[in-house]
Nanobody, 121 residues
């Protein structure tokens, strides 16, 4: 199973920026989608951004205009550039990868361990 390692989280003031990275242990071109999720204390994990193998993207309403997902196949890494951060963006951010086989079988895919993002007001 692929290993996903997130990094780049931290403490930032409202209005600031962070870039999260998700480094995979294998070639990311084999994944049909790679996602960023987040989970705030006491809340369910929610999808923030998705990028598919062809480079197409999907954004949650909360992220539109502020967050940008991208991928570097040569580095086997997916990024989440977060600008104009708000206190409500505070959460643990997780990376997820899904293969075609996992999609057909209804399996959730592989998750990273998460990186904490805290936005102060």
């Amino acid at each position: 199973q692929v290993q996903l390692v997130e990094s780049g989280g931290g403490l930032v003031q409202a209005g600031g920026s962070l870039r999260l990275s998700c480094a995979a242990s294998e070639n990311i071109s084999r994944f049909i989608t790679m996602d960023w999720y987040r989970q705030a204390p006491g809340k369910q994990r929610q999808l923030v951004e998705r990028i598919n193998r062809g480079g197409g993207t999907n954004y949650a309403d909360s992220a539109k205009g502020r967050f940008t997902i991208s991928r570097d196949n040569a580095k086997n890494t997916v990024y989440l550039q977060m600008n104009s951060l708000k206190p409500e963006d505070t959460a643990v951010y997780y990376c997820k990868a899904l293969t075609q086989t996992e999609y057909r079988e209804g399996v959730s895919g592989s998750w990273g361990q998460g990186t904490q993002v805290t936005v102060s007001s």
